[in-house]
């Protein structure tokens, strides 16, 4: 009887333990705090008490209530010791202390430096009044200046935008990036708000002058994002003597709304989100020598929604002057009809009274009185650059076939299977290739399906990432290295396709190697990974100081001809021809290029 009731105890205390540990990886994957660690461990240990000794042999529903109390405790647990809302520090991990003060148009900041102090971080940097209240739905105004010194050692809040829970963006972290990590440093929530224009800068340390400038714009189909991702910081490219900058700006409903009555105030509507870019770019002229930058010598980079961004800046004639060259990673509106992040003013205005009728307002004064929280809900449908006869007076196809580009050189490109994260849940198999084809390409469908045949689940899924990522977002490098080159503009094309342990191939997946920030104690990434990173960092640091991004030691990367030949990035490195060549006379033809269609 004695052994039976030790096998009994043991067994509880194997099931309690594991049901612990359990519990203490959601907290971890949850973000809370340490002291909710400590009060979870602290109920565990008294429903082990009284479960293996008071009321062991209980009623079955006392049992059941005991059971039922702690979780309870543990759902209160869990809810009220999540992370507080925190800003993002400019340097993860310990910094190497602050920086001397730098002065500036607005006033006196100081930065921090890197860990081994070779570069210098300035975040949180104001470039334009917040867009509340009356502002919304304006052109940005110019910051206030401060009086004594801004510590700029923190990100300021990503802007407003619908942002999944903490347990979520985790699991994601786990299942899409393969990369997370178990600390306590982190055991906080990013902040959201409507007073996010600020920009960062990061610079080589210490006295220079004269580098070159490289300006970033992050992707998140213009809805979601933030500029303190490390993927795309700045600390590889200042490391090779590059000042880059990034910066925050409006997204969504806030960033991309067109209504009538905003028409008839400011003669324009739905691309605040651009004017917040050129504002950036309006502060970078002014204010950029202070850190060591050459305010003539700009590159304006970009990756997915923000390489969109990019190529419309390229044909806007407020953006003319403010930048000389264009990177644009994974994504153009250079098509005659873009597959995404874009819309004719028609269908903005459009898309504008359905947010007026959600919301069940009449005017804009009503409609900027809504809490953002609530009005975030829109993002969901407005997060277009609009055709808005100011920012863009012509379609970005237009104009580029006009040969108004504003740039001398662009360094643009995609990856092996862009396409790959968009279908993730929604994969192709030979049931329904031919209809999931079919649905995209309408009339050309007949001749992809000759052209990307599948007899296997396996082919038929790979045949439509392939497709997908064509029509999303290849067909529109092609169209601009074309245009490019018409104008006699240097275009440099690249085809990524190093697989890695972390995110491959797919959309993004090149930003960690161009940007010089592949963690060095990761083990995602091999030898091969950080080698082809240091080539890939080079040539955007060549790019950004004399537009060719050719240099000593590196595989010659040479300009496209006819949209044709790429630079592959790879295990092997050299040039090669695009691998899509055979699907894009297809799309040409259904949406005109080179006609008045």
Request: a negative charge; charged letters at 20%; proline letters at 5%.
């Amino acid at each position: 009887m004695e052994k039976k009731k030790t096998k009994s105890g043991l067994g509880f205390a194997i099931w309690i333990g594991l049901f612990g540990l359990i519990w203490l990886a959601l907290l971890e994957l949850n973000k809370n705090t340490v002291i909710g660690w400590v009060q979870t461990i602290a109920v565990l240990v008294v429903y082990g008490i009284l479960r293996n000794h008071w009321i062991k042999n209980g009623k079955w529903w006392l049992r059941a209530l005991c059971f039922v109390l702690m979780l309870a405790f543990l759902a209160g647990i869990f809810v009220n010791t999540q992370g507080p809302y925190k800003a993002h520090p400019a340097v993860t991990g310990k910094n190497g202390g602050v920086t001397d003060v730098v002065t500036i148009d607005d006033g006196k900041l100081t930065g921090v430096y890197t860990a081994d102090r070779q570069v210098e971080v300035y975040a949180g940097i104001p470039y334009a009044k917040a867009p509340v209240g009356e502002l919304r739905w304006k052109a940005p105004q110019d910051p206030e200046p401060w009086k004594g010194v801004l510590a700029a050692d923190s990100f300021a809040p990503m802007f407003m935008q619908p942002v999944n829970s903490t347990l979520y963006s985790s699991l994601a972290q786990i299942i899409g990036y393969h990369d997370y990590e178990i600390s306590l440093d982190d055991n906080y929530r990013d902040q959201v708000s409507e007073d996010a224009l600020y920009l960062n800068i990061w610079k080589p340390a210490g006295d220079v002058s004269g580098l070159p400038v490289l300006v970033y714009i992050h992707g998140g189909s213009l809805q979601t994002g933030q500029p303190w991702y490390a993927d795309y910081r700045g600390e590889g490219l200042a490391r090779k003597d590059v000042v880059v900058v990034n910066m925050g700006y409006r997204l969504g409903v806030f960033g991309f709304l067109a209504t009538d009555e905003l028409m008839d105030e400011a003669g324009s509507a739905g691309n605040y989100g651009l004017m917040d870019q050129i504002k950036a770019l309006q502060w970078v002229q002014e204010n950029i020598e202070a850190f060591g930058g050459d305010p003539g010598n700009v590159t304006l980079a970009g990756e997915s929604a923000g390489a969109a961004c990019v190529s419309a800046l390229c044909v806007s004639p407020e953006a003319k002057g403010l930048f000389r060259r264009a990177i644009a990673e994974s994504s153009t509106v250079t098509a005659p009809e873009p597959a995404h992040s874009y819309a004719l003013l028609e269908d903005a205005l459009e898309l504008g009274q359905g947010v007026m009728e959600r919301f069940g307002v009449s005017s804009l004064e009503e409609l900027r009185q809504i809490p953002a929280e609530e009005l975030v809900a829109a993002t969901d449908r407005i997060h277009q650059i609009t055709i808005d006869g100011q920012i863009l007076t012509k379609t970005p196809y237009e104009a580029s076939m006009a040969g108004e580009m504003n740039v001398e050189a662009i360094l643009h490109g995609f990856n092996a299977e862009e396409g790959t994260p968009f279908i993730l849940f929604n994969m192709a198999s030979m049931k329904d290739y031919e209809e999931k084809v079919r649905r995209l390409f309408g009339e050309g469908a007949d001749e992809l399906l000759a052209l990307y045949p599948a007899e296997t689940d396996e082919e038929a899924r790979m045949q439509f990432i392939h497709l997908y990522s064509v029509y999303f977002f290849t067909h529109g490098h092609y169209c601009w290295a074309r245009q490019a080159e018409a104008q006699g503009i240097p275009s440099y094309e690249y085809w990524f396709n190093k697989d890695n342990g972390r995110l491959g191939t797919w959309h993004s997946g090149e930003e960690v190697y161009f940007y010089g920030n592949i963690p060095a104690n990761s083990r995602l990434y091999d030898q091969a990974d950080r080698d082809l990173s240091e080539i890939m960092c080079s040539y955007f640091a060549n790019f950004a100081r004399t537009g060719d991004p050719n240099g000593p030691g590196l595989p010659r990367w040479e300009t496209s001809v006819n949209g044709e030949n790429v630079m592959e990035l790879g295990l092997r490195q050299g040039m090669t021809r695009d691998p899509y060549l055979a699907a894009y006379p297809v799309l040409d033809q259904l949406q005109g290029y080179g006609s008045d269609k």
